[in-house]
Structure formats: structure tokens, C-alpha cells
């Protein structure tokens, strides 16, 4: 019995250490925009409203009686538009093309799922993926990618117990790679998360979750410009990081 339960231990031990690390944010070097270049830009699926998420409910009871217990306010949550980030997002063409940049938005969700691994030197800077060969399919310098994992409204729970009001909230990633080297220029975790200010329990409207999330996009769209400007993400306020 010993012998099995050293073993598992051992096991656990060897998944962990084998965890990938997340990736370290890299802002744009001041020097990035000195010499002309061309971007490709591929915006992955968008999102036309908000939803609400309840991280942390992960049994299947749990997250039934989360959904149950904030089924008002998730139901508002869908009523909000995402159109005021998504405007931020096109947006990124006219910043990019005003410091000389050629711009060009391509649509590759199926070369971008069969990206070879990338033998990187052990270097923070070299994404895990190959991105080079996408060179000649989009005709660029350079790829820009920019994700979102979650637009809408958060809750956190352990279990069934809730241990957050709901939040505003965005996530994704904004990444740049070289198509010549597979180096990042830029890599910027969203991270962004606006708490009601006095109490959030008021239905139907719930004025105080709604002025959180446009909140949270606000500041989303701050730290996308940002990000283009070659300040670090650090430099938003808030909770973004």
C-alpha cells in the first residue's frame, strides 16, 4: 500500500513540475515603429453579447445551484453589448496604420489550429508555436492575434458557497509575432475585473453589475491602446494585470 501511494506521489510530483509556465507580458520596444512594416491581424471569434461566469462551482450541483441562485442577474448579463469593445478592437487598424504600419485583417482559424511546435531557446520571448510558416499565407512582417477568453460578468465560488459579488470582467490575450524569427514583439494578458460598488442585488436592471462591466471594457479598451502605444500592461489601473 505504501509502495502504491509513493508512486502516486511521485506521479503528481512529475505532472507538476512538467506544468507549463504562463507566459511573462513583453511590451513593444520604443524603437518598434521606426522602420515601415506589415501587420496581419486575426481577431479570433467575438463574442456578440456578454455572459456570466461562476468559476469555482465545479461539481454538477454546484454549478447548478449557482446558475439557479443568479439566474437574474446572468439573464441581464446577455441583455449587454459587446459593440464598445469590438469597435476598440477594429480600431487597432487606424493606431497601427498612423505610425506607418501596413495593415491587412486575414481570417486563418485553420492554419492557426495546425501550428507545429517551436524548438525555442530557453527564452521567455518565443512563443511554443511555430508561427513562421504562416508567413506566406498572410503576406506579412508580422502577426498580430488578439483573443478573448470572457467578456460579461463574474462571479467566484468554492463549491456552492459564493465568495465574490459579480464583477465586471474581461479576458484574453493581445500577441504580436516576428513571422521571420517566431519572436513575440508583444504579448499582453487581459486580465480585468471591476467589482460593484454598494450593493449589486438590485433586479432587473441592476444598474451597479451594469456600470461594472462597462467599466471593465473600458478599461480593456485602455490597455489594448496601451498595449499599441508600447507601455506595459502593468501600466493600466485597476485590477488589470
Same mark, same amino acid.
Given at each position: 500500500? !505504501?509502495? !502504491? ?5 511521485a506521479?503528481?510530483?512529475?505532472g507538476?513540475g512538467? &506544468? /507549463?509556465?504562463?507566459q ?8 518598434f ?9 486575426? =481577431?479570433?471569434? %467575438?463574442?456578440e ?6 468559476p469555482?462551482?465545479?461539481? $454538477? ?13 446572468s439573464?441581464?448579463? !446577455?441583455?449587454?453589448? /459587446? ?5 476598440a478592437? !477594429?480600431?487597432?487598424e487606424?493606431? $497601427? ?5 501596413? #495593415?491587412?485583417? #486575414?481570417d @486563418?482559424?485553420?492554419?492557426? =489550429?495546425?501550428?507545429p511546435r ?11 508555436e511555430d508561427?513562421?510558416?504562416?508567413? +506566406?499565407?498572410?503576406? &506579412? ?5 488578439i483573443?478573448?477568453?470572457h @467578456?460579461?460578468? *463574474?462571479?467566484?465560488y &468554492?463549491?456552492? #458557497?459564493?465568495t465574490s459579488?459579480p464583477?465586471?470582467? #474581461?479576458?484574453? /490575450? ?5 513571422l521571420?524569427?517566431? *519572436?513575440?514583439?508583444? %504579448? ?5 475585473r471591476?467589482?460593484?460598488?454598494g450593493?449589486?442585488? +438590485? ?6 453589475v451594469?456600470? &461594472?462591466?462597462? *467599466?471593465?471594457?473600458e478599461r480593456?479598451k @485602455?490597455? @489594448? ?13 485597476? *485590477?488589470?494585470?
Amino acid at each position: 500500500m !505504501k509502495i !502504491k501511494l509513493i508512486l502516486l506521489l511521485a506521479l503528481v510530483a512529475i505532472g507538476t513540475g512538467c &506544468a /507549463t509556465a504562463p507566459q511573462d507580458p513583453i511590451a513593444l520596444t520604443k524603437d518598434f515603429y521606426d522602420e515601415p512594416a506589415k501587420v496581419a491581424i486575426y =481577431q479570433k471569434s %467575438f463574442p456578440e453579447t456578454a455572459s456570466m461566469t461562476m468559476p469555482g462551482a465545479s461539481c $454538477l450541483l454546484c454549478m447548478a445551484a449557482a446558475a439557479v441562485a443568479n439566474d437574474a442577474v446572468s439573464g441581464h448579463t !446577455k441583455t449587454l453589448s /459587446t459593440e464598445e469593445l469590438s469597435t476598440a478592437v !477594429k480600431g487597432m487598424e487606424a493606431t $497601427l496604420e498612423e505610425q506607418g504600419m501596413g #495593415v491587412e485583417w #486575414v481570417d @486563418i482559424e485553420e492554419p492557426m =489550429q495546425r501550428l507545429p511546435r517551436f524548438k525555442s531557446p530557453e527564452d521567455s520571448d518565443y512563443p511554443k508555436e511555430d508561427y513562421r510558416g504562416l508567413r +506566406e499565407v498572410v503576406d &506579412a512582417d508580422h502577426l498580430m492575434v488578439i483573443e478573448f477568453g470572457h @467578456i460579461g460578468v *463574474e462571479r467566484t465560488y &468554492a463549491n456552492y #458557497v459564493p465568495t465574490s459579488s459579480p464583477q465586471g470582467a #474581461v479576458t484574453g /490575450t493581445l500577441y504580436m509575432v516576428d513571422l521571420n524569427t517566431n *519572436e513575440y514583439y508583444l %504579448f499582453d494578458p487581459i486580465h480585468v475585473r471591476v467589482p460593484v460598488e454598494g450593493d449589486w442585488k +438590485e433586479p432587473p436592471e441592476f444598474p451597479g453589475v451594469t456600470m &461594472a462591466y462597462f *467599466e471593465a471594457l473600458e478599461r480593456a479598451k @485602455i490597455q @489594448i491602446g496601451n498595449a499599441l502605444a508600447g507601455k506595459a500592461p502593468l501600466e493600466v489601473a485597476g *485590477e488589470t494585470r
